[in-house]
DNA sequence: GGACGTGGGAGACAGATGAATAACAGGTCA
DNA sequence: TGACCTGTTATTCATCTGTCTCCCACGTCC
């Protein structure tokens, strides 16, 4: 179909016309005037030869690359990654535009970041986006800002990069209240000890919901581990090994409800007749293998790679503005899912 | 650092000598005679503006990008496709080149994949590494050997494009014995239904490490079902309902292995006094946050990313002829990744 | 016969590279 | 002493493949 070596020369010759008239045509030119004979015997080489536009030679003149560069920091550790690029990528190509990928280490300096952008640029990129594996704040590279560029996932510090995050703050009210439909009262929750933005938004949905629902807070319901799988498994020990213990947990995450899944085992209980678990993230491996199936909420990776995207491409066509949404960061819903960890709670 | 629109007009302007002479200078040009003097001003220039070669441009006229494309299924459906961009992208920026990321269903038609791979080929791409999620044997689009290309999980049905595959055999002759070096003489195999080489190659591995190890093979202690974790679990009950069954298990993937977990705790089996259980894939989200962890093997999904690079690059600067190495696949290790679920049989 | 409409082409241009060549100092030879 | 050669240094010009801005040719109409 496509052979190389067919340049826009051989339609011209083909349709024998010269090279300027089959880019009118094919680019469908407003300003210029071609016959409509023409245009057919234009359109009907360039099929016939298989001809497609030399994108970098387009590039070139027109200043425009229809490529847009990815930066995600540890592509491989978490399968969020995936979802993002697999969100900005159908995005980009319902658009016309293409990514390219660069991995970025979490640990590097700001020198290496600041070069990494850098090597976009000289690909003449037309915006890029940087994803971050998990919300937080932080200084972004100062060539960011020389191109539309938008934070996927983190928020710039000094506010000059539009971003997109999720709505911890919500997702985390839902799964708290879907505990309270479920007509929980006692109520604990496993908590991250980082200090990112999630860690307290969680934590404080966790409390403004409860009083919502005119329950109290229990200061020692609230065990915080590291946000691994063995850490859910410490934290749910403390919380459910008592006689006073919850009937219903929410975990940070799910690889904290996994943890916490083995300790209630160990103690007896039943997932969701003992106690019921609701957990964060979605992570499909874990939530849709454990048993019983994990209610979680999801974040919205696919969705915020999507945004970006769309975003940064009307930025790039000059359909909106990015510099007006830099102050405040767009949040998207981080909707639950509902499977088989909740009950009611026993009499 | 690096001001777009700086050009190598700007350099040339600034050091006080001709366009040619700073391409030159900054290239290295072997056959270029330029004074040592004349070289310090223009790199000097080229520092202080922050000069860097438009890529776009250069492409043109050298007809290289140095770009290679990535055409990978279901980026985000398994935690495989990370794997392999990172050994992919990690190889190419240590020579220099970039990756364009493409997504392709795997339910594609024929149609659409060879319109990816055109679409990579308008972008003047040097060269394609097409990635599958899972080992087997395909058409690729005819496109594909119009250029420098390799297959990553997966064989060329016509052989006429090289690919790289994990050694599916010799992984699964360390898994199963590992399990007769540890004392067991009775094993049994939890296997996947679907039509793949992984299945069938894993089966014949253990057949015949067992037959090495003079222990007898036993057709009921081969049990099959979709290789998730609820097909593990029925495989398992099977297999450890029984008073004749095996004192270990070599499970087909991890999914299955975590199947098999639960069905074991269901029967009161402990893992790994009274049953041992070996996997495969490395899933680590699985098999690291397993209790107790899952001892596994582990596929090469970096390596290879990082194989087909090196290899595709060779071919586009000429150091190699793929067509050469297309009539066999390139096979990679999987290495045994040791945990905590072997132990000796009980007496 | 000049304005105007229509169909289409010539040539500059984007930012680099590479082959060929100019400019020049110094040396050689008749 | 002038013609010629040589080696060094750097420049000019063509090229890569499209796009885009004029500009031209031709007919027609008042």
Redesign the pocket.
């Known amino acids: 179909m496509n052979n190389r070596?067919?340049?826009?020369?051989d339609v011209a010759a083909a349709a024998?016309?010269?090279?300027?008239?089959?880019?009118?045509v094919?680019?469908d030119?407003a300003?210029?005037?071609?016959?409509v004979?023409?245009?057919e015997r234009v359109h009907e080489a360039a099929q016939r030869l298989g001809?497609?536009?030399?994108r970098?030679?387009?590039a070139?003149?027109?200043?425009r690359s229809g490529m847009i560069g990815f930066i995600s920091e540890e592509i491989a550790t978490t399968p969020h990654a995936g979802r993002i690029i697999l969100g900005a990528e159908e995005a980009a190509r319902a658009r016309g535009y293409n990514l390219m990928i660069i991995n970025s280490t979490s640990t590097g300096t700001d020198d290496s970041r600041e070069s990494d952008v850098a090597d976009l640029l000289d690909r003449q990129v037309d915006g890029i986006l940087y994803a971050t594996m998990y919300h937080r704040k932080l200084a972004v590279p100062k060539n960011l800002a020389t191109l539309p560029s938008v934070l996927v996932d983190s928020e710039d510090i000094s506010h000059t990069v539009s971003c997109v995050i999720p709505d911890e703050f919500g997702g985390a009210r839902s799964a708290v209240q879907t505990l309270i439909d479920a007509g929980h009262s006692r109520i604990g929750m496993i908590n991250n000890t980082d200090d990112v933005p999630a860690t307290h938004a969680r934590l404080q949905a966790f409390r403004e919901t409860l009083a919502a629902a005119g329950l109290p807070f229990h200061e020692d319901l609230v065990q915080s581990e590291h946000s691994e799988v063995p850490g859910g498994y410490e934290a749910a020990l403390r919380l459910l090994g008592t006689d006073s213990r919850p009937t219903a947990v929410f975990c940070y995450n799910d690889r904290m409800a996994m943890g916490a899944y083995r300790a209630a085992a160990e103690l007896g209980l039943r997932i969701p007749q003992d106690v019921s678990f609701v957990g964060f993230d979605n992570q499909q491996l874990i939530a849709e293998n454990l048993y019983p199936a994990l209610t979680t909420v999801a974040l919205p990776h696919y969705e915020m790679g999507a945004w970006a995207i769309e975003n940064l491409i009307d930025a790039i066509e000059g359909k909106t503005d990015l510099a007006l949404m830099a102050h405040h960061p767009t949040i998207l819903d981080c909707p639950l899912v509902r499977r088989d960890s909740i009950a009611a709670p026993r009499q």
Chains 1, 2 share one sequence.
């Open positions: 070596s067919v340049g826009i020369k024998g016309v010269s090279v300027t008239t089959v880019s009118h094919l680019n030119v300003y210029a005037r071609v016959g004979e023409t245009r001809y497609g536009p030399n970098v030679a387009r070139l003149r027109t200043q």
